[in-house]
């Protein structure tokens, strides 16, 4: 079994923090450790670090691969630019068909959050062995924990079977993010799950899907395959990557697909999109303040402080996210952290490179 | 004519840009000079630097002449301790004394905002005029704009002369910081000023009247008196200012002399006491906001932000008062700035002296 993991992600939500040259993945954000290490480290036991690949792009793999000496040189497979999630898939298993002749591929996002490790490789294991044993695209839906707009969901079909512990399910629809009421509907009706971006298929599963379903896309990774391992392989991926089409695996893929099934789980996950979202998952004061750095908090309630090496009083306020960074400092409104990319388009409509 | 600026503040209500070694006089919050050399400025007109003295503690002697470098160096007083204004008054005057026999002396706190520099320089002549020819204690009341509870208040007697463009008036009382029904009586009835600190008279008429209503402190200043000059000075002024009674020339002197004459006067003043009254006093954007350094706003509003050197974004956020340093950030909702001083104590008693 491999594991793909997709650090393609600029994270501008988590600025001042996130920039540019380092994305929410590669922050240390949730403790001691990055996003990208975390992620890592959990599924190791299930996959050793020889088996994880990273496809991430050319800025960012120095970093990455600083943060993960374990990780192969040979396991960052970089992508010449991003063209969203179906190709970066693609990618992916054409090199472990290549190392492998086939095998199952766990592929994960590289910058959630997930409170119960056990239970959550207990899902994956599962998802694999349906994966290897049925020949089909299974993903892994989260049971919902309140009618989140920002999450797409996926709709539970008939049971299919029943997987050790978990239980396996057709997929009877697939959801882009809803408006509020669609979200608080599904969650009354039952039978929806949020749609977590992490999926298992055999390597030779998902590249004939794509070869059903995104012919285009197929026709650009067989020239890739064939300079995989030559001398030409840079110059081709360089200019074949960028005329693949830019789109997701859901919508090309897992929407059209058939042979889709869902194992459902609960393991504290979290996609951790927003100063909001960590706020919300982070350990607090009396007070609700979710505090990392030296802290005074005078009448000061319900705030996410992240200022390491300065000390940060706060004064009569409440529902504060304050994040500071040695050229930065954000203070916004709690349940506001959307309107963080503002401030990015704000700084790039100036051209203030040197904050982005 | 001499000028005695008060330097021995220690403006903790300024935290986190006031310091111990850094009191709010010593700042440049107002603009690009630092408070006291706006101080020193503004009554150039009327009095030259050679007889400009200032007193102030050792701690802060080295920046304060550097950062008033016109001043000779005998022309700053030190104190051995702070002992309130009457010592520090009566210190000033035995220097006065015996360099020029007898003068009228301005006395003036180091850290006043003052709007309107020419209404300010005419009143301080009218008062100077006074005092000279009446021979009498004058201070000077200023026409309050608002119900102040963080104020003293002087009550206007009978008129006394016209001088110039100005009135004199006898006082009838002085009256303590009011609570806030009582300054509401105050503004309604009329006839109150908020007392602003600045007085004039001549050295000897002072003396005298220290000599009336403050005998140990008259005493103390007479040993004081017959060193000055000697080698014997610093020896003597270190151990008798200990000695000497802790105590403000209101409390000691002018609540209790007959002599005292009030010249009214409206000039833009505010004894700028907190982060809210910089707020108040400072020019705002559109959205009201006091912005000190480079800024985003998305949905900000009626905020105070003083971040010299680093970027700061506000989302969805108003009434803040935001202030960073390079080892703390304060975030303190407006109209809370009185609680700045809990941070200090906070401080103070945990032991974190390299915050303060």
Redesign the interface.
Same mark, same amino acid.
């Given at each position: 079994m491999f594991a793909v993991i997709m650090a393609g992600g600029k994270g501008a939500r988590f600025?001042?923090r996130s920039r540019e040259k380092m994305p929410k993945h590669l922050l240390d954000i949730l403790g001691e450790q990055t996003i990208i290490q975390e992620t890592v480290e959990r599924i190791r036991p299930l996959v050793p670090a020889e088996r994880t690949l990273i496809v991430t792009g050319q800025s960012h793999a120095a970093e990455l691969m600083r943060q993960l000496p374990e990780i192969p040189a040979e396991n960052i497979l970089i992508e010449p630019v991003g063209r969203n999630t179906a190709p970066c898939i693609g990618l992916a298993a054409l090199h472990i068909q290549r190392r492998a002749g086939d095998a199952v591929m766990l592929v994960l996002p590289s910058d959630h959050r997930i409170g119960d490790e056990d239970g959550f490789r207990r899902v994956l294991k599962a998802a694999a062995q349906a994966a290897d044993s049925e020949d089909c695209l299974v993903t892994i839906g989260i049971r919902p924990t309140g009618p989140e707009t920002g999450y797409g969901y996926l709709e539970q079909g008939e049971p299919f079977a029943a997987i050790g512990e978990d239980d396996l399910f057709r997929v009877r629809s697939i959801r882009e993010k809803p408006p509020r009421e669609e979200a608080e509907r599904f969650l009354a009706q039952g039978g929806f799950l949020w749609n977590s971006g992490m999926f298992a298929w055999k390597a030779s599963t998902i590249l004939q899907s794509i070869g059903r379903h995104l012919p285009e896309l197929e026709r650009g990774l067989a020239k890739i395959r064939e300079a995989i391992g030559t001398d030409r392989e840079a110059d081709v991926l360089g200019r074949i990557y960028r005329e693949l089409p830019s789109v997701s695996i859901d919508y090309g893929v897992m929407e059209k697909a058939r042979d889709v099934l869902i194992v459902p789980g609960s393991f504290g996950w979290s996609d951790l999109g927003s100063w909001d979202a960590l706020w919300e998952i982070s350990r607090k004061d009396g007070r609700d303040n979710a505090v990392r750095g030296s802290f005074?908090g &005078?009448?000061a309630a319900r705030s996410l402080v992240h200022?390491p090496g300065?000390?940060?009083? =706060?004064?009569?306020?409440e529902d504060?996210l304050?994040v500071?960074t040695d050229?930065?400092?954000? &203070?916004?409104?709690r349940?506001?952290?959307q309107?963080?990319k503002?401030?990015v388009e704000? =700084?790039e409509k100036e051209g203030?490179e040197e904050?982005l």
């Open positions: 600025w001042p005074i &005078i009448d200022s300065k000390l940060v009083a =706060l004064v009569g306020v504060l304050v500071e050229d930065a400092l954000l &203070i916004c409104r349940g506001h952290s309107d963080v503002k401030v704000t =700084l203030r904050y």
